[in-house]
C-alpha cells in the first residue's frame, strides 16, 4: 500500500495484492476506522501495545487500518496528523513500540510503514482555502521525520529496508515534480521542492549505497527534474559537501572537513566511509549531466555557480600547497588534473552561444580564466591549451557579459606567459578596442573593465619593439572586421608592426593606447591595479 505512480508508473516497487484490503471500503466506513483506531491506541489510558498488539496479525491489520489514513482528504487533517504521530512513535519510541515491530529482524513492518507515508503526497483535491496549508503542513512533518530516521538510524537499517526506502523516495519526488502536473499539484510541489531534495539527497548518502541499479534509476529520474531550482541547489551543496571531505582526504587535515558538512540553512554533518565518500563524489557529480544541456537559463546559471565552487576548492588547495602548514601530506593537483575534471563543461560552456544564457556563460568564463591563471606553472596539455585558446578567441567576440567577463578574468593572460599565448592578439585588440571607446553610460562596471582593459594594454606596448616588422595577421570573421572598432584596431597594429615601416618608438605605443582610451583627460579611479593615470591627449 503506497503512492500508486511508484508501482503503475515508474515500477520501482511491485504491488503486493495482499495490501490495502481496505481500497474498496466507502470512504465513511474509512473516516471511522482509522479515526476510532489511532485514537485508541495514542490514548494514553488504552493499554500498552504489548497487550493491544501482541502478534504479527495484529500488527499488520492495525497497519491495514492507519495506512488508509494518509490517504484520506485533507478536510481530516487531524486524523492524518494523529496516524503520523502514532508512526513516529513506533519508529522511535521503544516504549511504545508493538514487540512485534521490535522484533521484526527483517523489518518489514518499518517498510510498511515508510511505504504508509507515500500515500500522503499524492494529488488532493482542496476544497477550502486552508486545505493546501494543511496539506503542506502535513507534508513537511513526514519530511522532518524522515530526516531524523535517516540520521539516527542509518546505521541499523538493512540494505533491503533502505533499498525500498531510496524507490519511495524517488517515486514520491518523480511525484511531485513531473513536468506534466499543474495546479494545486504545482503550487504543493513548490512549497516542498527544497525539503523533498533535502532529505532524497541526505537519505541517499546516509544509504552508502553502491548498487549501479540504484544509481541509474535516480540517473534517469532526475531527468524529469533538471527545472525545478531547488535541485540545482541542493546538487550546489551536495557536491560541495563531498569535495570538502575529499579534499581532506587526499590533501591532509588541515584542507577541507572532517566529515561530510552540507551547508544549507541548517548545517548538517554526514559521518560516511572514506571509501564511499570518493565514489558518492564522482557519481553525484555527474547524475545530473552535463550541465550545458540545461534548458533554464536560471538554473544554468545556478549550475555553474557550483562548478566554479568545486574548481575554486581545488584552486585554493593548490594557492596553500607551498604554505609551511603542518600536516601536509601531498601536493595539490595540477592544472591538468582539474581540467581532466571539469575541462570538459568549461571549454563546451564558452564555445556555446545560446540567447540568455548570457550569465552562466560569463561565468564559466571567469572560472576557466581563473584556473589558468592561478596554474601557469603548471606544463598544460597542448589539447587544453588550445582548447582554452580557441574558447577564449570566441569570448572575445561575443558581445555583452561574455566579453566584459573575458577582459575582466585574463587582465594577467599575457603576463601569465602560457606557451602560446600571443596567438589570440587580434582578438583580444579587437576586444579592447570595443570596450575602451565606449562611454561609461554603455558598460556595466565601467572603472573595472576600463582598468582590466588598461593593463592588457599595457602588457603589450612593448611588442612592437620586440616583432620588430614582423606582420601580425588579423584572423578575425568578416562581419567583426567590418566593425568601426575593428578598424581601429587594424590600424594600430600596422602602425606598430607593418613590414613596411621601421620598428615604431614607444611614443609610438603610447599613442596608440591614448587613441583607444579616446577621453582626452582619464584618471585612474580608486580601486584600479596598477599605476595607470590618463595623461593629456
Avoid at 540494505?159 to 504545482?186: H, K, M, P, Q, Y
Avoid at 512549497?191 to 544509481?215: D, G, I, K, P
Wanted: with cysteine; charged share 20%.
Amino acid at each position: 500500500m503506497f503512492l500508486n505512480h511508484i508501482s503503475k508508473q515508474l515500477h520501482l516497487i511491485p504491488e503486493d495484492p495482499c495490501t490495502n484490503v481496505l481500497l474498496h471500503f466507502s470512504l465513511p466506513v474509512k473516516k471511522i476506522l482509522v479515526g476510532q483506531t489511532v485514537t485508541f491506541l495514542l490514548d494514553s489510558a488504552s493499554p500498552p501495545p504489548r497487550i493491544t498488539l501482541p502478534t504479527p496479525t495484529h500488527v499488520d491489520w492495525t497497519l491495514e487500518c492507519v495506512g488508509q489514513g494518509f490517504s484520506l482528504p485533507i478536510e481530516d487533517h487531524a486524523t492524518i496528523d494523529a496516524c503520523i504521530e502514532l508512526y513516529r512513535r513506533w519508529l522511535f519510541d521503544q516504549e511504545h513500540r508493538p514487540p512485534p515491530v521490535a522484533d521484526d529482524a527483517s523489518q518489514g513492518f518499518i517498510q510498511k510503514m515508510l511505504k504508509h507515508f507515500s500515500l500522503l503526497f499524492g494529488p488532493r483535491r482542496y476544497t477550502e482555502k486552508d486545505q493546501f496549508d494543511h496539506h503542506a503542513r502535513l507534508c513537511h512533518k513526514v519530511l522532518d521525520l524522515f530526516t531524523r530516521y535517516a540520521r539516527t538510524s542509518y546505521k541499523s537499517l538493512s540494505a533491503e529496508t533502505w533499498e525500498v526506502w531510496l524507490r519511495l523516495l524517488l517515486g514520491i519526488t518523480d511525484c511531485l515534480f513531473l513536468r506534466t502536473i499543474g495546479g494545486e499539484s504545482e503550487a504543493l510541489s513548490q512549497a516542498l521542492a527544497s525539503h523533498m531534495f533535502q532529505v532524497v539527497f541526505e537519505s541517499w548518502l546516509l544509504s552508502q549505497t553502491r548498487s549501479n541499479e540504484m544509481w541509474s534509476t535516480l540517473a534517469t529520474l532526475i531527468k524529469n527534474w533538471l527545472h525545478v531550482m531547488a535541485l540545482m541547489v541542493e546538487w550546489n551543496a551536495i557536491c560541495s559537501a563531498l569535495a570538502g571531505r575529499v579534499f581532506a582526504l587526499l590533501y591532509g587535515p588541515a584542507e577541507g572537513t572532517s566529515q561530510v558538512v552540507v551547508r544549507r540553512e541548517q548545517v548538517s554533518s554526514l559521518s560516511l566511509a572514506d571509501d564511499f565518500v570518493f565514489f558518492a563524489w564522482y557519481r553525484m557529480l555527474h547524475i545530473v549531466g552535463n550541465p550545458n544541456a540545461l534548458l533554464d537559463p536560471r538554473i544554468y546559471l545556478k549550475a555553474m555557480e557550483g562548478v566554479q565552487s568545486l574548481v575554486s576548492g581545488f584552486l585554493n588547495v593548490v594557492n596553500r600547497d607551498n604554505s609551511k602548514k603542518p600536516h601536509r601530506r601531498v601536493n595539490g593537483p595540477d592544472g591538468n588534473t582539474i581540467l581532466h575534471i571539469f575541462g570538459g563543461w568549461l571549454f563546451e560552456a564558452l564555445k556555446l552561444s545560446r540567447p540568455n544564457f548570457e550569465d552562466g556563460t560569463a561565468l564559466a568564463v571567469e572560472t576557466m580564466c581563473d584556473l589558468f591563471h592561478v596554474k601557469r606553472h603548471s606544463k598544460f596539455d597542448r589539447l587544453y591549451l588550445a582548447s582554452y585558446y580557441d574558447s577564449l578567441a570566441d569570448a572575445l567576440q561575443k558581445e555583452g557579459k561574455v566579453m566584459l567577463s573575458c577582459l575582466l578574468h585574463s587582465k594577467h593572460f599575457f603576463a601569465d606567459e602560457l606557451d602560446g599565448c600571443r596567438v589570440l592578439l587580434p582578438h583580444f585588440i579587437y576586444a579592447l578596442s570595443t570596450q575602451l571607446t565606449k562611454s561609461k553610460s554603455g558598460v556595466s562596471h565601467f572603472d573595472q573593465v576600463r582598468g582590466a582593459c588598461v593593463r592588457i594594454l599595457a602588457s603589450l606596448l612593448s611588442l612592437p619593439a620586440y616583432y620588430g616588422q614582423t606582420r601580425l595577421h588579423m584572423r578575425l570573421p568578416r562581419e567583426v572586421q567590418a566593425r568601426e572598432e575593428a578598424a581601429l584596431a587594424v590600424e594600430i597594429l600596422s602602425r606598430s608592426a607593418g613590414p613596411s615601416e621601421s620598428v615604431p618608438p614607444p611614443e609610438m605605443a603610447s599613442y596608440a593606447a591614448v587613441r583607444l582610451s579616446c577621453p582626452p583627460v582619464e584618471m585612474a579611479p580608486h580601486g584600479w591595479e596598477g599605476s595607470y593615470s590618463g595623461e593629456s591627449g
